[in-house]
């Protein structure tokens, strides 16, 4: 049989090449770039929704706590303990666990967990009620006890977070006041000793997803809880001084994400606020979800990494064409001067 033999052109091979082959490559380059940065805005919407979310469960478990305390404030029984008693001195001590109030305050720390400890007093700071044996009979030259009593115009506080160490757990106090029915003045105060330390394991697990970490932070920058850190390791966000440096802070914007570089490398950290610092002055937290971008940005980073190479190789190839041309063309300007000169005419069948 006759041999099949295909002659092409190398002028336009590499026309062909260059047309083709490269412009495609970098068409490839470009779009999985544009891949890459569609896919860092979609996890950083993600991260921003579980930013929300557990932001979102913070503020209403704290609000769900403020709230039982204020429903044991309005109780009439805790409001007839703090307008019949007017003093608590040893004597009235020895009956005061077993009033009325006492009992009621035992029952709702029984039904509520939370609950690790109540006192009531009234306003003298006297001690009224309480769920179990207080540490003293008067609170009147507490700091606590007359932020809240407020001279008479009571407000609402939450302590910062304080460690039980006999029942290892985390809580923080929140005292509300006791007000009068008919004028409106505070005339007692609550306080319990309210646990939160299923709401603080909630951000101490290793990860979330894939490579992703969440950290509860204080408005300057301190870790409340987060993997392998608490409040108490006095330990700074790194994510969250990237974040303070580029919007000031998160408290002027409730929640959105940004790329920060960081010293380890760029990471996408999504952030909200609780909201709970417009009411409580020291709980300015917020809800942080970070992960390295590289992490992130996995799945399309390879497609990203062969894209580039392919680029390369073209160019590659077309440098090794556009020598091998160069080179024979010369060789063919040779041989045709050696035809020339020997009176021979040269042949234009070749091609390349």
């Excluded at 569609?38 to 609000?63: C, H």
């Excluded at 007000?179 to 007692?188: E, F, K, W």
Aim: hydrophobic letters at 45%; aromatic letters at 6%.
């Amino acid at each position: 049989m006759d041999r099949l033999e295909v002659r092409v052109s190398i002028t336009k091979l590499l026309l062909a090449l260059i047309v083709v082959i490269v412009p495609l490559s970098v068409i490839g380059l470009i779009l999985t770039q544009h891949g890459d940065r569609s896919l860092a805005n979609s996890v950083g919407n993600d991260f921003k929704t579980i930013a929300q979310l557990l932001s979102n469960e913070v503020s209403q478990a704290m609000k769900t706590r403020i709230a039982d305390v204020n429903t044991l404030a309005k109780d009439p029984v805790i409001l007839a303990a703090v307008q019949g008693r007017k003093a608590a001195g040893k004597a009235a001590d020895k009956t005061m666990l077993g009033t009325p109030a006492s009992q009621m305050l035992r029952e709702r720390k029984g039904l509520n967990p939370q609950f690790l400890s109540i006192v009531v007093t009234n306003q003298d700071g006297d001690v009224v009620a309480a769920s179990q044996q207080p540490a003293k009979l008067s609170y009147a030259q507490d700091a606590a006890w007359q932020s809240v009593f407020n001279n008479g115009q009571g407000k609402a506080r939450i302590s910062d977070i304080v460690d039980d160490e006999f029942t290892k757990s985390d809580y923080v106090n929140i005292g509300v006041p006791v007000n009068d029915p008919s004028s409106g003045a505070t005339i007692g105060i609550v306080s319990a000793a309210v646990n939160v330390t299923d709401l603080l394991a909630r951000f101490r697990d290793a990860q979330i997803g894939n490579g992703a970490r969440a950290e509860l932070v204080n408005d300057d920058g301190t870790i409340v809880s987060g993997p392998n850190a608490d409040v108490f390791a006095h330990l700074r966000s790194s994510q969250f001084g990237a974040i303070r440096d580029s919007i000031g802070g998160v408290q002027g914007s409730e929640s959105g994400w940004l790329m920060a570089n960081l010293q380890n490398g760029p990471q996408i950290v999504a952030y909200s606020s609780t909201g709970l610092k417009q009411h409580f002055e020291n709980l300015g937290w917020s809800v942080l979800v970070s992960q390295e971008e590289h992490i992130a940005a996995a799945p399309i980073r390879g497609l990203e990494h062969f894209a580039l190479v392919m680029v390369i190789l073209s160019v590659f190839m077309l440098t090794l064409l556009f020598v091998y041309y160069f080179i024979h063309r010369a060789q063919d300007l040779d041989e045709i001067e050696r035809n020339i000169q020997a009176g021979q005419p040269h042949s234009t069948a070749a091609s390349y």
